[in-house]
């Protein structure tokens, strides 16, 4: 069976998503730089233990950069934070450099003022196809009730209010 992949593409497009940026630092060096990523793959997964996933692509030129650490933190974005979004969606820039960022535990700093915060300590790397799924056991969390999530659909950014 052959499919059409840009349809396909298309066709995933057509569910919506939050969106996440997830940050890390190199491992076993306290004093790297943390870099960041966006993604739309996240997802949670199980209650108890607390775990949750995002995916990679394994052409990515940040692959290495986030498969190699044992822990990661993941902000989920308001619509507010689109331009952090946009910014860490390109493939070269991944410095959080001048970002507003809180401090934690693990080691990879969270985005302020991001509707929620994960801290994670990696559990699993799976294979996937031209991805890899990075499954997370939560350490630590925290989210706040105000603000509206930054959406992605059909391709394009988009806010949904929670009112």
Same mark, same amino acid.
């Given at each position: ?11 995933? $497009? !057509?569910?919506?998503?939050? =969106? ?5 630092? @190199? /491992?076993?060096? &306290? ?11 996240? %997802?949670?997964? %199980?209650?108890?233990? +607390? *775990? ?5 692509? &394994?052409?990515? &030129? ?5 498969? /190699? +650490? ?7 974005? #308001?619509?507010?934070?689109?331009? =952090? %979004?946009?910014?860490?969606?390109? #493939?070269?820039?991944? #410095? ?7 401090? !934690?535990?693990?080691?990879? +700093? ?16 799976? @294979? ?14 925290? $989210?706040?009730?105000?603000?509206? +999530? *930054?959406?992605?659909?059909? $391709? ?8």
């Amino acid at each position: 069976m052959s499919l059409d992949i840009r349809a396909f593409r298309k066709a995933l $497009g !057509c569910f919506a998503t939050g =969106i996440a940026v997830v940050t890390a630092k @190199e /491992k076993g060096d &306290k004093t790297a730089e943390a870099k960041g990523i966006t993604v739309n793959s996240f %997802s949670s997964v %199980s209650l108890e233990p +607390p *775990l949750i996933l995002w995916c990679l692509g &394994k052409t990515s &030129k940040r692959y290495e950069l986030f498969t /190699k +650490p044992d822990e990661f933190t993941i902000s989920i974005l #308001s619509e507010a934070q689109r331009a =952090i %979004s946009e910014r860490l969606a390109g #493939s070269s820039d991944c #410095s959080l450099a001048g970002l507003p960022l809180v401090e !934690c535990e693990n080691g990879a +700093p969270g985005l302020a003022d991001a509707l929620a915060i994960f801290e994670c300590r990696r559990e699993a790397i799976y @294979e996937a196809g031209d991805h890899v799924i990075l499954l997370g056991g939560v350490t630590r969390f925290e $989210g706040r009730e105000e603000g509206d +999530p *930054l959406v992605y659909f059909r $391709g394009r950014y988009g806010a949904l209010t929670g009112k």
